[in-house]
């Protein structure tokens, strides 16, 4: 089990920025592909992005692609996420999850259920 905990997010008028950070405990956490998923008021959990182990792979849900970058410092135990040109509904409380199997490769959206660590997460209000 790894612990989750994530930090970063705040109020931000429409095309500004926010870095969100995950710092991670518990377990070996160079060896788990690490998620990105948001979820606003009265709307299911979705997807955001998702880092692979070695940070060499990553993958975007169509919404935020080119505008949000997720990175990852190993030697931290800590996944970030920067997200330019925010817009109203970007606005949700995002959460980083940790997959339940170590050393797997995602080319696509990752199912919800394949994680099985997550955050508490943090709100993100983009609103001028």
């Known amino acids: 089990q790894v612990q989750l905990v994530e930090s970063g997010g705040g109020l931000v008028q429409p095309g500004g920025s926010l870095r969100l950070s995950c710092a991670a405990s518990?377990?070996?956490?160079?060896?788990?592909?690490m998620g990105w998923f948001r979820q606003a008021p009265g709307k299911e959990r979705e997807f955001v992005a998702v880092i692979s182990f070695s940070g060499g792979t990553t993958y975007y849900g169509n919404s935020v692609r080119r505008r949000f970058t997720i990175s990852r410092e190993n030697a931290k135990n800590t996944v970030y996420q920067q997200m330019n040109s925010l817009k109203p509904e970007d606005t949700a409380n995002f959460y980083c999850a940790a997959d339940k199997i170590p050393r797997r490769h995602y080319y696509g959206t990752p199912p919800t259920g394949n994680f099985g660590s997550w955050g508490q997460g943090t709100q993100v209000t983009v609103s001028s």
């Open positions: 518990g377990r070996t956490f160079s060896s788990y592909t």
